[in-house]
């Protein structure tokens, strides 16, 4: 049997800078305050829970705080140029370049900043967090990215591995 947590709350939050791309374009540099939405399902512990409440809080807001304040970059861009330094990155499209400090920016390893791909990424993280903690009983990973009210991305990884 399969249970269910489920962490909506306004601890939940970035704020973040990024541009998507799409069909040869970009968009304006603009930032959104993000809201993320994680659901955990999976066995129950001997203790009777999927996973304290507690600690997903703290594992959501160390992924959060990874992204807050800092300029989201889609490393993987095939459309964007990318040069970095030891000091910054410089990220172009057409006639247009920004410089930014290393330190305020999140690298992602993602194609493009959609609130989709940020879903993705960010379950990774979690994925890879429970790992650290030897969290064995969770079974699907769940997020949602609110990048504005009613604008959601969302994405799930099955840990047995397929992609839901």
């Not at 009777?48 to 600690?55: I, P």
């Not at 160390?62 to 807050?68: P, S, Y």
Request: aromatic content about 10%; some cysteine; hydrophobic content about 40%.
């Amino acid at each position: 049997m399969t249970y269910r947590i489920t962490l909506e709350c306004n601890t939940l939050r970035f704020a973040a800078a990024h541009f998507a791309t799409f069909d040869g374009d970009c968009e304006p540099l603009h930032g959104h305050n993000y809201r993320v939405t994680l659901e955990l399902a999976g066995s129950l512990t001997q203790d009777s829970w999927v996973l304290d409440f507690s600690e997903a809080k703290r594992l959501a807001r160390g992924v959060c705080k990874e992204l807050d304040h800092r300029f989201i970059l889609q490393a993987e861009s095939r459309v964007l140029t990318i040069a970095r330094s030891e000091t910054a990155y410089e990220v172009g499209f057409g006639d247009r370049r920004y410089v930014m400090p290393r330190a305020d920016v999140a690298a992602l390893p993602i194609d493009n900043s959609t609130a989709e791909r940020l879903a993705e990424w960010f379950a990774g993280r979690v994925v890879a967090e429970l790992a650290a903690r030897s969290v064995t009983n969770v079974e699907m990973v769940t997020v949602g990215i609110e990048e504005a009210p009613g604008q959601t991305g969302w994405y799930a990884i099955d840990l047995s591995g397929s992609v839901k």
